[in-house]
């Protein structure tokens, strides 16, 4: 009873949005906006396709993981260095707000310049936007820690990586991964601008492309993928700061019940 | 969840100086730069690599220009009318933007937040729209509203209104049930209920929401500009940068910069004063 209950919560909107679409939709023929029905099976048709997942998907998607992992290495990395000093930190934070302030796509017509169109400015661009939030969270992480911990490290003489290791980097892990989460939504929008620029295949080429044909329920097949692929990569984000901030959140449970 | 981590140290960046033990020390050690001094400093070694790349030939000229070339570019579209036509039209997407996400969000997120089967209703529903990026909706703008401003309306309106709505479910989920309960015996109508127990838990939520709001509706801005080609600063870029008016690209683009930055200032300084009486900040001016 109660997980039939459940699932209606969990079903119920949905299920009344698609109803009331279909409903809206199912008189006049609207061009601007598809059936249900016709978006589910333009759906199949042009995303279940061998040569599409294959030209366009997945070197797409490959290109958004290269330069988020890229993005988040190099953030972590250079976070820690600048934030546990703290001359270098007064010294680059101006440049550095600045750069976490500049919209980040006005970085593509920049990098079309310097680096060509190509992949390699596909990734550099996703790079170039996504470093920033990984990057301050890492330093506001590192800076805020507990002076208390940073000196009983000190004084039970654990330095260098053991102390980044088991003390600077856990400390830092809930401000780090807030930054990796905003690091997310903005590679998968740079991924699909860059496409939009300049390219010949990709996501974002392919939905322009269908726009520009007017082939509307196709379009809108493009914008649902781009939306599952939000969702899953929300889903992924989720399940992977469970894991690593597994002690932090059961800290808070605790902090919350007391 | 990382949200809500956010949401509970409101201004926590805007803190003052370093933490108690890194003072100490450094009071004991040599006299060292202040501060903002530093800052400066780095600010003035970054213009200098950006001169010496292409001066020294590191960078190709004719893509990377000299920081003062750039510079002097930038100071000319000071004195240009044209200059201010785009950025009073990206700066009015935004605003507008920004106000009509920040009250959908308010009233739609005080609604839901406040019944129990709304908010269970309506979770899956959230939770599947939010991560939507706000650019697959760019070919539709495109198709409805062609190169105009409502296109750059849509995009910014869609992409904030998540940010708002999804702070203010949890600062109204925050509200402290003895509080709740309080008000409900001492005879509170919905109408007071909302306004002197709610309101008050879910403002530095709020804050938070519109603050990280205001910066995504700026790139948005820029974003939809640049792409569709709706009239601002994102499509004077795109204009200099096929017009190969690589300085006047570089200008425009630190113009965008500097903008993003006033932003951000103004909304911490708001979200400072707005939330003066909270305890979060109060503690902060007294430490």
Not at chain 2, 14 to 33: I, Q, Y
Request: glycine content about 8%; overall charge positive.
């Amino acid at each position: 009873m109660r997980i039939l209950k459940n699932t209606l919560y969990l079903v119920g909107l949905p299920i009344l949005l698609l109803a009331l679409w279909a409903l809206a939709t199912s008189g006049a023929p609207n061009f601007f906006v598809p059936t249900p029905a016709t978006l589910a099976t333009t759906f199949g048709e042009v995303w279940f396709d061998a040569d599409r997942l294959l030209d366009d998907v997945l070197p797409s998607l490959g290109r958004l993981a290269a330069g988020v992992l890229a993005a988040i290495v190099l953030g972590v990395v250079l976070g820690l260095l600048v934030g546990m000093n703290r001359t270098l930190r007064a010294l680059t934070e101006p440049v550095f707000e600045f750069f976490r302030a500049l919209p980040p796509p006005v970085l593509v017509p920049v990098l079309m310049l310097l680096v060509g169109t190509n992949d390699a400015m596909k990734v550099a661009v996703i790079v170039s936007g996504c470093v920033w939030p990984v990057l301050l969270n890492t330093i506001e992480g590192v800076r805020s820690i507990d002076p208390v911990q940073n000196e009983t490290s000190r004084s039970y003489g654990i330095h260098g990586l053991p102390r980044i290791r088991y003390q600077v980097l856990p400390s830092a892990a809930p401000t780090i991964m807030a930054g990796v989460r905003q690091c997310l939504s903005i590679g998968l929008i740079l991924m699909v601008i860059s496409e939009m620029f300049a390219a010949s295949s990709g996501l974002g080429f392919t939905i322009v492309q269908f726009q520009r044909s007017f082939a509307i329920p196709e379009m809108w097949s493009g914008i649902v993928m781009l939306g599952l692929i939000g969702v899953a990569l929300s889903f992924i984000f989720q399940s992977a700061e469970r894991r690593v901030l597994r002690w932090y959140h059961g800290l808070k449970e605790v902090e919350n019940a007391a | 969840m990382t949200q809500t981590v956010a949401a509970k140290t409101p201004g926590r960046r805007a803190e003052p100086g370093p933490g108690k033990g890194a003072k100490r020390r450094s009071g004991s050690a040599r006299k060292r730069l202040s501060d903002p001094l530093l800052g400066l400093l780095g600010v003035v070694a970054f213009l200098a690599v950006w001169e010496l790349l292409p001066r020294l030939g590191l960078a190709p000229q004719k893509y990377l220009p000299p920081a003062s070339e750039v510079l002097a570019a930038l100071v000319r579209d000071f004195g240009l009318a044209d200059f201010w036509k785009a950025v009073g039209e990206t700066m009015a997407a935004w605003a507008i933007g920004l106000a009509v996400a920040v009250v959908l969000a308010t009233v739609l997120g005080l609604v839901i937040g406040m019944s129990q089967f709304l908010r269970r209703a309506t979770y899956s529903t959230v939770e599947f729209l939010r991560p939507i990026p706000s650019v697959a909706l760019i070919p539709l703008a495109v198709l409805l509203f062609g190169v105009k401003m409502e296109s750059t309306l849509m995009l910014v309106i869609y992409a904030c209104f998540w940010q708002v709505l999804i702070q203010v479910l949890y600062g109204v989920a925050d509200v402290d049930n003895v509080a709740m309960n309080t008000a409900r015996s001492y005879g509170f109508s919905t109408a007071q209920r909302v306004r002197d127990v709610v309101f008050p838990t879910m403002l530095p939520y709020l804050m938070t929401g519109i603050r990280l709001a205001a910066s995504v509706a700026l790139i948005l801005a820029i974003t939809a500009e640049l792409v569709i080609g709706s009239p601002g600063l994102g499509h004077e870029i795109s204009l200099a940068q096929s017009g190969g008016a690589i300085s006047g690209m570089y200008a425009l683009i630190l113009a965008t910069g500097l903008l993003g930055v006033a932003i951000n200032l103004a909304t911490r300084k708001v979200e400072k004063r707005v939330l003066s009486w909270h305890p979060s900040v109060r503690g902060e001016v007294a430490a």
